[in-house]
């Protein structure tokens, strides 16, 4: 009897193929992961927080797109870090579950959650916008294993015109590349870095329905553009998986990925003396 694939209850089952071209391509698109049902018991808690009614966040609670002061009414890409911290009841929800048997397919039994993340872009905000990077540019460097599987669930379908994933297949075979903070400012003033791409970059988007998901390695280049329609939102749920030894680390070091962090950790950009 051939294996049953994709959503069966708790988890997410993949083909051979599908983890084969996640190591060589460094991402995976996977459709229907979450239902819809599913996805209107999460949204209540997804909302409270890009509403910016979940307090006590400080620095947790900001615009990944522009400056660190910037006021609430003026944001174009609302962040809101490690909601299950601040709102435990979120944890071991369906989509965790899932992304969790998604990440242990991918990187083994040692799969951990490392962080989770909401995201949302407003409409007709073509500010809103990730510049290309790799994630690990922004996290500690001299980690023991730095595989990743990186699950970003869709509550709106996403395309081009609200600002969908890019990537660049197989940049996650390279190294890291030089990051540079993207407005001539600190990472802890703006929390946004930059790499410039190469005339052989190949980009492609990643456009998906609400309820798909897309997985990404930590060392793929990837972005997204802005917001530039008048109505609709792009928003992304994402839980992060890396191998337990290496969040162990992270832990022992004083990173947990909140922008509250007093730790100043090695990281690439750290190397770089900026």
Same mark, same amino acid.
Do not use: H, N, V
């Given at each position: 009897m051939a294996e049953k694939l994709?959503?069966?209850?708790?988890e997410y089952i993949l083909s051979a193929d599908q983890v084969e071209a996640y190591r060589c391509d460094g991402y995976l698109t996977l459709r229907d992961v979450v239902t819809e049902e599913e996805l209107q018991a999460i949204e209540p808690? +997804?909302?409270?927080?890009?509403q910016g009614e979940v307090t006590g966040m400080g620095r947790? +609670?900001?615009?990944?797109?522009?400056?660190?002061?910037?006021? +609430?009414?003026? +944001?174009?890409?609302v962040n809101a870090m490690l909601p299950r911290k601040y709102q435990p009841h979120l944890q071991d929800n369906v989509y965790e579950r899932r992304a969790a048997s998604i990440a242990r397919q991918?990187?083994?039994?040692?799969?951990?959650?490392?962080?989770?993340?909401?995201l949302a872009k407003r409409p007709n905000k073509p500010d809103a916008m990730f510049s290309w990077h790799q994630?690990?540019?922004?996290?500690?460097?001299n980690t023991p294993d730095t595989f990743t599987a990186t699950c970003s669930l869709a509550l709106d379908d996403a395309d081009s015109q609200n600002g969908c994933l890019q990537v660049v297949p197989g940049s996650q075979k390279g190294a890291l590349r030089p990051h540079r903070p993207l407005h001539g400012e600190g990472k802890e003033e703006f929390h946004i870095l930059s790499v410039t791409l190469d005339p052989a970059d190949r980009i492609v988007e990643l456009p998906l329905k609400r309820g798909d998901i897309t997985v990404h390695d930590e060392l793929i280049l990837h972005g997204s553009g802005g917001n530039r329609t008048a109505d609709r939102w792009r928003r992304t749920y994402i839980v992060a998986f890396r191998h337990q030894d290496t969040v162990a680390y992270e832990r022992s070091v004083g990173f947990t990925h909140s922008h509250n962090d007093e730790i100043k950790w090695q990281t690439h950009l750290g190397a770089l003396n900026l």
């Open positions: 994709g959503r069966q209850g708790d808690d +997804f909302e409270r927080f890009i947790d +609670f900001c615009d990944m797109s522009g400056p660190a002061d910037r006021r +609430f009414k003026d +944001f174009s890409l991918l990187l083994g039994e040692q799969a951990a959650l490392d962080y989770d993340q909401f994630d690990l540019g922004y996290w500690p460097t």
